[in-house]
């Protein structure tokens, strides 16, 4: 298979406004990573507080995301959720916003068993003509998608791959085994270069909302060949990636925001704003590091 996209798609915060999205600022954020060669972004993922967007905010992000970027940039979104239904008919209308493709977290709290995720996914691909990449974060979800569900979800066409957060760099191992033309892209910053060294396809990464151009250049430098430059990257990110999960993602990475010049608002609640130590820690890291442009 194909994949969707190679190299860096940013997983974009979702600025805020007096608690209202903020669009005029996504529009300014999308396209200050097409200035730093990005070509790809999730909207209402992780990192953009999905989870407390309403359907309404998704879509019109989306919406408006696509006609800030047109053509040059693919727009991924956030449509996964617990309820199979409601995930099927979100991502319709996602593509009828004008999503390029979807990212799609395993169902929560259900605790779905392998047959119950192979029937959730492929509900949901069928409702849709655009690709779906699967979304595993169990630390998140409290469920660890097996890789034997991956090798019945890579023979569904429109399926295109896996973002596995699951830290885990034996299982990345084994998909890439056992499902060898399924993508696979790297769903935390640390882990960059190793997925890319097993063959994974990228990163959606929270990092490259500050730091798209190192981040990019990580992922090139890796598709090149050249590890030793990749390798360098990756460790002069490291400090700044440490710091953007000293609390929980996007607590660190809407202060990190607000520190470059882009004030994308406080969390949504449950979430709070960012403890003053973090903050610090950031504008240090920043700093020191010269990772943002």
Not at 32 to 59: P, W
Not at 169 to 176: F, G, L, N, Q, S
Request: hydrophobic share 45%.
């Amino acid at each position: 298979m194909n994949a969707l996209f190679t190299g860096v798609a940013t997983a974009m915060v979702t600025p805020f406004l007096q608690g209202k999205v903020n669009y005029p600022m996504m529009e300014r954020l999308l396209k200050r990573q097409l200035e730093a060669g990005v070509k790809t972004a999730v909207i209402a993922g992780t990192t953009g507080e999905g989870a407390t967007l309403t359907d309404e905010e998704k879509l019109l992000l989306i919406r408006r995301g696509k006609e800030a970027v047109g053509s040059q940039m693919r727009i991924l979104a956030g449509t996964g959720s617990n309820d199979t239904a409601h995930a099927a008919a979100l991502s319709a209308a996602a593509q009828e916003a004008g999503a390029d493709g979807l990212l799609v977290v395993s169902p929560y709290y259900n605790k779905a068993t392998d047959e119950g995720l192979v029937e959730h996914y492929i509900a949901i691909a069928a409702a849709v003509q655009i690709p779906l990449i699967v979304y595993n974060v169990p630390s998140r979800t409290g469920l660890d998608i097996p890789v034997e569900v991956y090798a019945v979800l890579s023979k569904v066409p429109n399926i295109a791959g896996v973002k596995e957060a699951s830290s885990s760099i034996e299982k990345i191992a084994k998909i890439r085994e056992k499902c060898p033309n399924f993508p696979v892209y790297a769903g935390n910053d640390a882990m960059v270069l190793p997925v890319l060294s097993l063959g994974g396809a990228g990163v959606i990464s929270t990092a490259a909302n500050v730091a798209p151009v190192p981040m990019q250049a990580l992922c090139s430098a890796a598709a090149d060949g050249d590890f030793d430059t990749a390798e360098d990257l990756q460790l002069h990110l490291l400090p700044l990636i440490c710091a953007l999960f000293a609390e929980v993602n996007p607590i660190p990475v809407k202060a990190a925001m607000r520190l470059l010049g882009f004030d994308c608002g406080s969390p949504r609640l449950p979430l709070t704003p960012a403890m003053e130590s973090t903050v610090r820690r950031l504008r240090e890291t920043i700093e020191n590091s010269g990772c943002a442009e």
